[in-house]
């Protein structure tokens, strides 16, 4: 003891010190860290706290900037009026007086433009005009954001009629089906052209549609579309009592060569089947739609005959 008092521990002075050090250097390593080892008022705790708060509150309020951020994409609405243009004339496709007799107003059903509407996105609306069977008028060219048409040589006349109706009305057009693939210089006037087969462009044409496109031509691969992929068409399009027989499709191309035919050009020369599971989906359909107590039911296909 010294003057009353005890002696330092000079041991425990020095592991003191030591201890102090380690944890100076040990907080140095914090990210963040503001401070040298000697000190000063903030901590590289309180530093390294305050970098992680200042990022939290920018994500908080940039989310509340764009709450879409946030939320999962909403599906692009379109309405769209597919038009089935008229048949000119005493054409083999009109059977007027057969018709009568039946107390129907045509003979078939717009198989492909049925077909088409079935392609679109679910969150698309679609309405059928037929003008082989009833009257277009202007309430439903007001109706719709796009319009879809198009069909084969005996329609042509009133397919650029449609056209020029649409944009009367200003509503752009897509032209599609045999004749537009056939002949596209005469349909120059349509906003769009789709060539070929629907089920091998439709996808771009849509995303085109999509991203704010208003003008171009969209063409298939030629007879290489596969029709096992092809949807049920949307047979409660169509009005019941309107045609004397319903068609379904079960086969596309042909291995002949006639010389008043343009199948083979338009679908190829091998034969491309449905599955049966698909044409058993597609007759099922059919009778429990709206259009059910149909008398007479048609198997379409490019080819006459067939063999198995």
Same mark, same amino acid.
């Given at each position: 003891? +010294?003057?009353?008092?005890?002696?330092? !521990?000079?041991?425990?002075?020095?592991?003191?010190?030591?201890?102090?050090?380690?944890?100076?250097?040990?907080?140095?390593?914090?990210?963040?860290?503001?401070?040298?080892?000697?000190?000063?008022?903030?901590?590289?705790?309180?530093?390294? %706290?305050?970098?992680?708060?200042? =990022?939290?509150? #920018?994500?908080?309020?940039?989310? /509340?900037?764009?709450?879409? =951020?946030?939320?999962?994409?909403?599906?692009?609405? %379109?309405?769209?009026?597919?038009?089935?243009?008229?048949?000119?004339?005493?054409?083999?496709? !009109?059977?007027?007086?057969?018709?009568?007799?039946?107390?129907?107003? /045509?003979? =078939?059903?717009?198989?492909?433009?049925?077909?088409?509407?079935?392609?679109?996105?679910?969150?698309?609306?679609?309405?059928?005009?037929?003008?082989?069977?009833?009257?277009?008028?202007?309430?439903?060219?007001?109706?719709?954001?796009?319009?879809? #048409?198009?069909?084969?040589?005996?329609?042509?006349?009133?397919?650029?009629? &449609?056209?020029?109706?649409?944009?009367?009305?200003?509503?752009?057009?897509? &032209?599609?089906?045999?004749?537009?693939?056939? $002949?596209?210089?005469?349909? +120059?006037?349509?906003?769009?052209?789709?060539?070929?087969?629907?089920?091998?462009?439709?996808?771009? /044409?849509?995303?085109?549609?999509?991203?704010?496109?208003?003008?171009?031509?969209?063409?298939?691969?030629?007879?290489?579309?596969?029709? #096992?992929?092809?949807?049920?068409?949307?047979?409660?399009?169509? +009005?019941?009592?309107?045609y004397t027989f319903y068609g379904v499709q079960f086969?596309?191309? $042909?291995?002949?060569? $006639?010389?008043f035919c343009d199948i083979i050009e338009l679908y190829?020369?091998?034969?491309?089947?449905?599955? &049966?599971?698909?044409?058993?989906?597609?007759?099922? #359909?059919?009778?429990?739609?709206?259009?059910?107590?149909?008398?007479?039911?048609?198997?379409?296909?490019?080819?006459?005959?067939?063999?198995?």
């Amino acid at each position: 003891m +010294k003057n009353g008092f005890p002696a330092p !521990n000079k041991k425990l002075a020095i592991n003191q010190k030591q201890l102090l050090d380690r944890k100076t250097v040990a907080s140095s390593n914090l990210p963040g860290r503001h401070e040298t080892r000697r000190g000063g008022r903030r901590t590289a705790l309180e530093g390294w %706290c305050r970098k992680r708060a200042v =990022a939290s509150w #920018t994500q908080l309020l940039g989310s /509340f900037r764009d709450p879409a =951020a946030n939320q999962a994409p909403v599906p692009i609405l %379109c309405k769209v009026l597919l038009i089935a243009p008229s048949f000119s004339g005493q054409s083999f496709w !009109n059977f007027r007086a057969t018709c009568e007799v039946y107390g129907a107003r /045509f003979p =078939a059903a717009p198989l492909g433009l049925i077909t088409v509407a079935a392609l679109l996105p679910s969150s698309w609306q679609c309405r059928l005009v037929n003008r082989n069977t009833e009257d277009l008028l202007e309430s439903d060219l007001d109706w719709a954001d796009l319009v879809m #048409t198009g069909g084969m040589l005996p329609q042509q006349p009133d397919t650029l009629r &449609v056209i020029e109706l649409a944009h009367a009305r200003r509503k752009p057009v897509v &032209v599609g089906g045999p004749d537009v693939t056939s $002949c596209p210089e005469a349909y +120059k006037a349509a906003d769009f052209q789709v060539l070929g087969e629907a089920e091998g462009v439709i996808d771009a /044409f849509i995303r085109a549609w999509n991203s704010g496109v208003r003008h171009g031509v969209f063409e298939a691969e030629k007879f290489k579309t596969d029709v #096992t992929s092809s949807p049920i068409p949307r047979f409660d399009l169509l +009005k019941r009592g309107q045609y004397t027989f319903y068609g379904v499709q079960f086969a596309r191309g $042909c291995p002949f060569n $006639c010389e008043f035919c343009d199948i083979i050009e338009l679908y190829g020369r091998v034969s491309r089947v449905k599955a &049966v599971e698909q044409m058993l989906a597609e007759l099922d #359909t059919l009778t429990v739609s709206d259009i059910a107590g149909i008398s007479t039911l048609s198997m379409t296909t490019s080819s006459a005959t067939r063999r198995r």
